[in-house]
């Protein structure tokens, strides 16, 4: 592995090391492959979730590819890949890659990147922690990706694939073999959508208790870094919301396997078989789902929240603007995302006054998203700021939030939902948000801690380059989704220039999938970058940035056991806007008051 030859040299170099040598004695498969150490399972995720991108990122190409040129062959890859289709994207198989391409990016890259990832990787180190809480679970945690991945992979190959798209509705979803693609396939999607569930569940307790009981002395709840309360928050979001798809998964589950009728009304027939008698309801799968899958988009998001205002902190030179503002916002973001899910379900038939209800709902949730927006912009107002790649992606993020939270005030008014429901529109927001902020969150605390992971620098001119090109295919891609829906544009269909009123929307399909593929073209420069930088990266030291959080106080990479000495905590990571401080832009949280003047 990669990862192992940078970790054991630095870690052999380091001063303290004998007081973490009764640590170091470990085979190397429980060094680097079952390994309990927090950073190397963030790595383990971090290298897995590139993979998925990988796999993920192709899908979306084939969906483009279908989209701009309905029916034709791919060049080089339809004969080898889709022999079965006869070379071609059925639409059969357009809806298994549809399902397939947001089950990878939701389920095995955003949510396991920002809390997989990022969450382990910083938790303890932010915090000042030597490790997790529960270390052995945290490596389960880790290892339980590995069923669902082999579930989901199995599924996609299997005979039909799973095609009752990534939220599975019933009746589809719920009986067997009722339709093609309804087989065998969607119930092993099901086993794998239980095996994350299992997965995060294990991160999420580990990241409060560690976050709640192993903060070094003197770190208060206010003296944690943003980062650190926004995963804080999602954790608690992961433990309160997640029980409640997989006992829905587990429920759809048995209307499948073992003939219960949770999701299943009295008289369907299927397969000439005897009419159910189950008094089952179709809608209780979307009130469970979105119960869980609407504070999901928070978990999607809010790690990427709390790790820009700290990139933008330290690369403005400046604190956070309004800290306690920016944690009381991305709390009621939380709390509201429980109480808005039925924006899903507006055109499900409910009662127009529940819509009423959710609509307002949903549109509080602007009130904390400008909050935060203000605040971002106030961190970067006035600053001495440095135009590094970190700085462009933080500041990408921002402003794709803007747009796609605009939308989302589209969408969240019952009279314009009903009109744009299931449209690109949807497709459009969805992805101004999960790719134009998360991503682009992603991007730049991959940059901002790959000295603190593996010791070195990455490229600027190439994370430039990355980034000019990935935020261009972005908007390119994903902006004219708006026109497409408004067009009336339905979202899932494999050709819908079969439709005459949608003929005039082929050309600027076209140019969205040109734009498509840049996008594409552009990672293999990220990639490029990451892996080169591992053999040719500057040696990067202790604090690169000068940043003023706790990480940045441990050697780069720091070894197992983190820290030379258990770090003392002063003050919070912003409080450095003290005049008689003589160097206000770095204060290490460290630093006694003492020395300060
Ligand atoms: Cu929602």
């Given at each position: 592995?990669?990862?192992?030859?940078?970790?054991?040299?630095?870690?052999?170099?380091?001063?303290?090391?004998?007081?973490?040598?009764?640590?170091?004695?470990?085979?190397?498969?429980?060094?680097?492959?079952?390994?309990?150490?927090?950073?190397v399972i963030g790595i383990q995720?971090?290298?897995?979730?590139?993979?998925?991108?990988?796999?993920?990122?192709?899908?979306?190409?084939?969906?483009?590819?279908?989209?701009?040129?309905?029916?034709?062959?791919?060049?080089?890859?339809?004969?080898a890949l889709f022999a079965q289709h006869g070379g071609q994207i059925t639409p059969e198989f357009y809806t298994v890659l549809f399902t397939m391409h947001g089950t990878v990016m939701i389920f095995l890259v955003i949510i396991p990147i920002l809390a997989g990832a990022f969450g382990n990787f910083l938790i303890p180190l932010m915090i000042g922690a030597d490790d997790m809480a529960f270390p052995k679970l945290n490596m389960l945690s880790y290892w339980f990706m590995w069923p669902a991945i082999f579930c989901f992979g199995l599924s996609f190959l299997y005979e039909g694939g799973p095609s009752a798209g990534w939220t599975s509705y019933p009746l589809l979803a719920a009986l067997y073999d009722s339709a093609p693609g309804s087989g065998f396939a969607q119930t092993l999607w099901l086993w794998g959508i239980t095996f994350t569930g299992v997965s995060s569940m294990m991160g999420s307790i580990n990241y409060m208790t560690t976050i709640i009981n192993m903060r070094a002395p003197g770190m208060t709840f206010f003296r944690m870094p943003l980062t650190i309360w926004s995963m804080f928050i999602?954790?608690?979001?992961?433990?309160?919301?997640?029980?409640?798809?997989?006992a829905a998964g587990l429920m759809l589950l048995a209307d499948r396997e073992l003939g219960t009728c949770f999701f299943v009304p009295a008289g369907i027939v299927v397969n000439n078989a005897a009419p159910t008698v189950g008094g089952g309801q179709t809608l209780l799968w979307q009130h469970l789902f979105?119960?869980?899958?609407?504070?999901?988009?928070?978990?999607?998001?809010?790690?990427?929240?709390?790790?820009?205002?700290?990139?933008?902190?330290?690369m403005c030179r400046k604190p956070v603007f309004g800290y306690r503002p920016m944690v009381y916002s991305m709390s009621a973001i939380a709390g509201l995302g429980f109480i808005v899910w039925g924006h899903h379900m507006f055109i499900s038939g409910m009662n127009p006054a529940l819509g009423m209800t959710f609509m307002v709902a949903t549109i509080m949730i602007a009130l904390p998203s400008a909050v935060k927006v203000f605040n971002w912009i106030g961190t970067i107002w006035g600053g001495r700021i440095e135009f590094n790649t970190v700085t462009l992606n933080s500041i990408a993020f921002v402003s794709m939030f803007i747009v796609g939270g605009l939308s989302g005030i589209f969408m969240a008014a019952v009279p314009v939902d009903i009109y744009i429901h299931d449209t690109y529109f949807i497709v459009a927001h969805f992805h101004y948000i999960l790719f134009g902020s998360t991503l682009f969150g992603v991007f730049g605390a991959i940059q901002y801690w790959y000295p603190k992971m593996f010791g070195k620098m990455m490229s600027e001119r190439l994370g430039k380059i990355h980034f000019v090109l990935t935020f261009i295919g972005m908007n390119g891609t994903f902006f004219p989704m708006h026109m497409l829906g408004i067009a009336g544009m339905p979202r899932r269909y494999a050709n819908p220039y079969l439709h005459e009123y949608l003929e005039h929307l082929l050309p600027l399909n076209q140019f969205m999938t040109y734009a498509a593929i840049l996008m594409a073209a552009a990672q293999l420069i990220f990639f490029v970058n990451f892996f080169g930088s591992l053999m040719f990266g500057k040696k990067a030291g202790r604090n690169p940035w000068n940043a003023n959080t706790l990480e940045w106080q441990a050697p780069s990479p720091p070894p197992h056991g983190n820290f030379d000495a258990p770090p003392l905590v002063y003050r919070g990571p912003y409080e450095y806007s003290n005049p008689a401080h003589p160097q206000a832009d770095y204060w290490p949280q460290s630093e006694p008051p003492e020395s300060a003047s």
């Open positions: 592995m990669i990862v192992s030859s940078t970790i054991s040299a630095e870690s052999a170099a380091m001063p303290a090391g004998e007081h973490h040598a009764h640590h170091d004695n470990r085979w190397w498969i429980t060094k680097y492959v079952f390994s309990t150490d927090h950073k995720f971090l290298l897995t979730t590139f993979l998925m991108l990988i796999i993920g990122g192709a899908m979306a190409l084939a969906i483009r590819w279908q989209l701009a040129f309905p029916w034709a062959q791919i060049p080089w890859i339809s004969e999602t954790a608690a979001l992961q433990a309160f919301a997640l029980p409640v798809l997989t979105w119960f869980y899958s609407h504070p999901a988009v928070y978990i999607m998001l809010l790690p990427a929240m709390g790790m820009v205002s700290d990139m933008l902190a330290t």
